[in-house]
């Protein structure tokens, strides 16, 4: 058996050290080159990824910018739709500003020739020495989007009467309000002055505070358009809202009446718990 030196030994181990190193390297170099090109591709779609973000960003500040300048459209439109509502509603009184209505008639009392018996009613209620000569009426007649109850004793149709002359309406009005009472073959009835149904709804909103002062002695008118104007110890005072009136008269305890009355105008009715204009 040959002898085996010290220097053989260290020889074969590294040999084997010089293997072992190889292969381990060649491993190495092979892992590190998957991991490399995967970490390339990491840095190549996050590259992509700031790109997009960077796009969103800038596409976000420019929807933020248009939805800033719509907003301010609409705004505007938001506007103008409301001053164009407020003067078409305006225009539609105005051109209503001739007209009555005639509310508690007996229907078929008119007969065949509804302005002629206009002008007879307002000689006979309101007296000839105030009307010496009938007030001309343009048209009148019922109203026929106004639907009557199916029963037999419903709430006949209003009247509505065009006046030729403005100056007639308001001197109806103002004989109507003094006399109080109207009252047509023993039929109990009343005139209103004829507005707008964006009009009748807003004055409608003040029938809670106006059945609080219908039972006290504070003397109230709704002024035109929709103001409540109400004495109160001497001082008048005007409501716009309906809310601030209904603030302002809370302690007031709610009216057990059956009726709405006015002081110096007449303008709404509840009867048989309907309100009627």
Same mark, same amino acid.
């Given at each position: 058996?040959?002898?085996?030196?010290?220097?053989? +030994?260290?020889?074969? @181990? =590294?040999? !084997?050290? *010089?293997?072992?190193?190889?292969? #381990?390297?060649?491993?190495?170099?092979?892992?590190?080159?998957?991991?490399?090109?995967?970490?390339?591709?990491?840095?190549?779609?996050?590259?992509?990824?700031?790109?997009?973000?960077?796009?969103?960003?800038?596409?976000?500040?420019?929807?933020?910018?248009?939805?800033?300048?719509?907003?301010?459209?609409?705004?505007?439109?938001?506007?103008?739709?409301?001053?164009?509502?407020?003067?078409?509603?305006?225009?539609?009184?105005?051109?209503?500003?001739?007209?009555?209505?005639?509310?508690?008639?007996?229907?078929?009392?008119?007969?065949?020739?509804?302005?002629?018996? +206009?002008?007879?009613? @307002? =000689?006979? !209620?309101? *007296?000839?020495?105030?009307?010496? #000569?009938?007030?001309?009426?343009?048209?009148?007649?019922?109203?026929?989007?106004?639907?009557?109850?199916?029963?037999?004793?419903?709430?006949?149709?209003?009247?509505?009467?065009?006046?030729?002359?403005?100056?007639?309406?308001?001197?109806?009005?103002?004989?109507?309000?003094?006399?109080?009472?109207?009252?047509?073959?023993?039929?109990?009835?009343?005139?209103?002055?004829?507005?707008?149904?964006?009009?009748?709804?807003?004055?409608?909103?003040?029938?809670?505070?106006?059945?609080?002062?219908?039972?006290?002695?504070?003397?109230?008118?709704?002024?035109?358009?929709?103001?409540?104007?109400?004495?109160?110890?001497?001082?008048?005072?005007?409501?716009?809202?309906?809310?601030?009136?209904?603030?302002?008269?809370?302690?007031?305890?709610?009216?057990?009446?059956?009726?709405?009355?006015?002081?110096?105008?007449?303008?709404?009715?509840?009867?048989?718990?309907?309100?009627?204009?």
């Amino acid at each position: 058996m040959p002898e085996v030196s010290l220097q053989s +030994i260290w020889d074969a @181990i =590294q040999q !084997v050290q *010089g293997q072992v190193t190889a292969q #381990v390297n060649a491993h190495l170099d092979m892992k590190i080159g998957i991991v490399q090109a995967g970490l390339m591709d990491i840095q190549q779609s996050l590259t992509t990824i700031t790109g997009q973000v960077t796009e969103l960003q800038q596409r976000g500040s420019v929807n933020e910018d248009q939805a800033d300048n719509l907003l301010a459209r609409v705004c505007a439109l938001e506007k103008d739709n409301a001053y164009l509502k407020e003067k078409v509603e305006d225009l539609e009184n105005q051109s209503r500003r001739s007209n009555m209505r005639f509310i508690g008639v007996p229907e078929k009392m008119e007969g065949a020739d509804m302005i002629a018996f +206009i002008g007879q009613t @307002i =000689q006979s !209620v309101l *007296g000839k020495e105030n009307f010496p #000569v009938v007030p001309p009426v343009e048209r009148a007649h019922r109203t026929p989007t106004f639907a009557r109850a199916s029963k037999s004793n419903g709430p006949p149709r209003p009247i509505l009467a065009k006046f030729l002359n403005f100056q007639d309406k308001v001197k109806i009005l103002r004989l109507a309000r003094e006399k109080g009472n109207l009252q047509i073959a023993a039929n109990k009835f009343h005139i209103y002055p004829d507005f707008s149904p964006g009009l009748v709804k807003k004055r409608c909103e003040f029938d809670e505070v106006k059945k609080k002062l219908c039972g006290t002695d504070m003397k109230y008118s709704l002024q035109y358009p929709s103001t409540l104007r109400v004495t109160v110890e001497g001082k008048i005072k005007l409501f716009h809202c309906p809310k601030d009136a209904e603030a302002f008269f809370r302690d007031i305890p709610a009216e057990r009446g059956q009726g709405i009355r006015h002081h110096r105008s007449q303008f709404t009715i509840k009867k048989d718990g309907k309100v009627w204009h």
